[in-house]
Each structure stands twice: as structure tokens, then as C-alpha cells.
């Protein structure tokens, strides 16, 4: 797994915070320091590691954990939250279908740039159609040789014995674009940040590829030096996304992440080894997920913000606020417990009070595509939805004027009833009841 002591630490001080029987905030300043000491190893930069753990501690002790969720369990999900921020939001590839998309790697001699070249190419080549290379690195023909190797002829690799890398750039370009190839990779020679005139080079690479794509490599074990190598590319160059390298068992790895991102550079892809398979796409929540245990925590927090959001609803119901774009929600969380007439006849006090409604699975699919084909002032406010509107509304989620009245029918009777129900408190023992809060 990748950055195995950051993830067990981070899981061994998790593991200390579940097996507390009370989380006050001594508890939380505990918990804290135990996460403190695992991204201070991991080389983490210490302003980042204090801002997260002052986040953590302010929401943990704030904010009110949902019904059927201790404080615990609101101090995970908090720390998942903030390390994913930490780490950056997922980018989706800015490449076009039906055109050659060139994508221009650059990166520091060592870092890893030709094999992560190689690495790219497989990886697209399963997902994007043809794909090629160029080796302009005039200053290491034998790139050329090691791109071959590692690809072994399934992805052709274009060089050309000149010494001029512009000229192999754009003669390898014309030829791919020509033959119609859906992505060309170009490797680039190393560089040296401080080195001025190499770094120059890279703008007039850059006029003479037109890229789509920048990919700056960068290697996972330099640590925080990442923020400043990041910087200095992008000063130079218009980087769009990174690549870290050599994150498996980089001790410096989360130093180098979190510098990346702290830089403004979305991250990409992660190398993960040394196969050619050995590269992924990087996603922050799934990243943290492994880092924090797996997929459990990722199912924690979820239901915990399912909670969050059942809990505004039904202060809303409270307050006689209770519009269909509400009862869309509502219908999308009980679909999940069962048939909404059957849940509510297990609550004592209630059951002889709950209309004929007959709500099944198929019923919610269908009113939230109808839900769905209405206008915002229409969810908002349900009693103009009458005549033509109805007929739109029809039409527009493939449904009848009948399925249109019906939902309207339910939904008043469901508002009537929730309304009936005057207090948050009492509707909040009413969704513990339900099994509705986790």
C-alpha cells in the first residue's frame, strides 16, 4: 500500500480515539497530537499539519453530531474531510475526443520522467484510443532506446537524429496527428529548477508543441522541496497537472502531496511502483480512504452526512418549510429503509394517522424524474402546478397527467402529516425510530 507508516499511524490513532468511552476536548487534543505526529513523519509541512489539526478540533468540539452518531464519529469524519482538502480536489483530463490531444511531460533529471512516460502511454492507450510517442531528449538519445524497451512495439515511440528537439516535436507531431492518433506523450530532457537557461528552453518547447496538456513529473521522496520545484515550473511554464512518483514506500510522501497541492497544482496520477501498471489516476477521498483503512471510513462519513442532511430536512418540516424539492430528498433516504406507509406504522402514536399511499421503489423513481421536469418555482411553490403545467411536467419526465396528480396527492398528504408533528425533537425521535439515522 502506499505511504504504509502515514496510514498506520493515522489508523493506530483512530483505533486510540474509538476505544475512549468519553470524547471530551482532552480526548480530541489527544487524538490530535497522535495525528500531528503521523504527517510530521510523513513530512508534512508543519503550517499545513497546524491548520488541519486547529480545523479538526474547532469542528469536533462545534458541531453537533447527528442523531444515532457519537462525537467520535463525527471526529473521523471531520479528520477524512480535511486531509482529502488537504490533498486537493480530483481534475478530470482536459482532452478532447476526435482530435490528436499532445501532452508535454517536463520534470528534474532523476525524477522519474521517461519511465512515468511510459507509464502514461500504457494507461491511455487502454482508455483513449491510439496512442504514440515522442523522445526528444537530444541530450540522452538512449531515451529513445529505454521507451522502446519498456513499451516493447505495442506503442510506437518517434525520434529523430537531429539536435534540435523543437524540430523532433513538431516533425513527430505532424506525423501522428496525420495518422489520426488520439494522444501523443513527449518526453522532454530533464532540467535543473535553478539552471536559467534550461528552464527558458521550456517556453519554446511549449510554443512549438502547443500542448493540451502539461504534466510536470515530480518524485514523491524529495518531500516538501515539491512545493518549490512545483513553483518554479509553473513559472516558467504553463503547467496543468502533476505526476508524484515513487510514492511507494516514500517516507516523504505526504510531504510531497500536500506540497503539490499547497502550490495550486492538481495532481493527476501517482506512480505507485516500478511496473508499467504501477500508476493510477489520483483521487484525494479514495487516497485518504486507504490511508485512514479503507473503505468503512469512506462509508462512515457518508452516513454521517446522510444524518446531517435528514436533519435539516426535518427542521425544515418543522417550520412548515416542506417544498418538493424537499420531498425529493426524502423520497431518495426512505428508499433506502423501505416503503415510507410501512415505517411510519411502526411509530406508536402515528401509524392511524398515515394515509393509504402506497409508495413502492418504482413510485420514487418515477416522481423524482417528474420532480426533476419541473421548474424551480414549481418545486418551490407545488400549488401552481395545474393544467398545462401538468401536461409539461408530463411529457418532460416520460410519465402521464395521472402519475403527475398522484405525486401531487401524495405529497400534500405527507406534508400534512409531517407538519402535524410540530416539534425538530420530535421528529428526530421519529427518524431514530425509523432507522433512518444511522
Not at 162 to 184: A, H, L, Q, S
Not at 211 to 222: E, M, R, S
Not at 315 to 339: C, H, V
Amino acid at each position: 500500500m502506499v505511504l504504509d507508516k502515514l496510514g498506520s499511524s493515522l489508523r493506530n490513532a483512530i483505533s486510540r480515539l474509538r476505544g475512549r468511552p468519553i470524547i471530551d476536548e482532552a480526548v480530541i487534543s489527544d487524538f490530535l497530537r497522535d495525528v500531528q505526529r503521523a504527517l510530521l513523519e510523513a513530512d508534512v509541512n508543519v503550517k499545513l499539519v497546524l491548520e488541519l489539526s486547529k480545523r479538526v478540533k474547532e469542528r469536533a468540539l462545534k458541531e453537533e453530531a447527528p442523531p444515532g452518531f457519537s462525537r467520535r464519529d463525527l471526529a473521523v469524519k471531520i479528520l477524512y474531510e480535511e486531509l482529502t482538502k488537504l490533498l486537493g480536489k480530483k481534475q478530470d483530463l482536459p482532452l478532447a475526443e476526435k482530435k490528436t490531444n499532445v501532452i508535454l511531460i517536463v520534470g528534474i533529471e532523476g525524477s522519474g520522467k521517461t519511465t512515468t512516460v511510459a507509464k502514461l502511454a500504457k494507461w491511455f492507450s487502454k482508455r483513449y484510443g491510439k496512442v504514440a510517442v515522442i523522445s526528444s531528449d537530444v541530450i540522452r538519445p538512449a531515451t529513445k532506446l529505454q521507451l522502446e524497451q519498456m513499451l516493447q512495439g505495442e506503442i510506437p515511440v518517434f525520434w529523430k537524429d537531429v539536435d534540435d528537439p523543437v524540430e523532433i516535436m513538431k516533425e513527430g507531431i505532424e506525423r501522428f496527428r496525420r495518422d489520426k492518433y488520439n494522444i501523443v506523450i513527449i518526453d522532454t530532457a530533464g532540467r535543473h529548477k535553478d539552471e536559467r537557461g534550461l528552464m527558458k528552453e521550456l517556453g519554446e518547447y511549449f510554443k512549438a508543441a502547443e500542448p493540451d496538456l502539461v504534466l510536470l513529473v515530480i518524485d514523491g521522496t524529495i518531500g516538501q522541496e515539491a512545493y518549490s520545484q512545483a513553483s518554479a515550473f509553473a513559472e516558467s511554464i504553463p503547467v496543468g497537472g502533476v505526476v508524484v512518483t515513487k510514492l511507494d514506500g516514500a517516507a516523504k510522501g505526504g510531504g510531497a502531496l500536500s506540497a503539490v497541492a499547497a502550490a495550486g497544482a492538481p495532481i493527476y496520477f501517482i506512480g505507485t511502483g516500478e511496473k508499467l501498471e504501477d500508476i493510477e489516476r489520483f483521487e484525494p477521498d479514495k487516497f485518504v480512504s486507504r490511508l485512514l483503512g479503507g473503505g468503512d471510513i469512506v462509508e462512515l462519513a457518508k452516513k454521517v452526512e446522510d444524518a446531517f442532511r435528514e436533519t435539516e430536512l426535518l427542521e425544515k418540516i418543522s417550520r412548515g418549510r416542506f417544498n418538493l424539492e424537499d420531498f425529493k430528498e426524502y423520497l431518495t433516504q426512505l428508499k433506502k429503509a423501505g416503503p415510507l406507509d410501512k415505517l411510519l406504522e411502526m411509530i406508536p402514536g402515528i401509524g392511524p394517522k398515515v394515509p393509504n399511499l402506497n409508495i413502492d421503489s418504482s413510485d420514487v423513481d418515477r416522481w423524482v424524474a417528474i420532480i426533476n421536469s419541473m421548474t424551480m418555482e414549481e418545486r418551490m411553490d407545488p400549488s401552481i402546478i395545474r393544467g398545462t403545467r401538468i401536461e409539461r411536467i408530463a411529457r418532460g419526465s416520460g410519465t402521464t397527467a395521472k402519475d403527475v396528480r398522484r405525486l401531487l396527492r401524495s405529497y400534500n398528504q405527507v406534508k400534512k402529516l409531517m407538519e402535524s408533528m410540530s416539534s425538530p425533537a420530535k421528529m428526530r425521535r421519529i427518524v431514530r425510530r425509523m432507522g433512518l439515522g444511522g
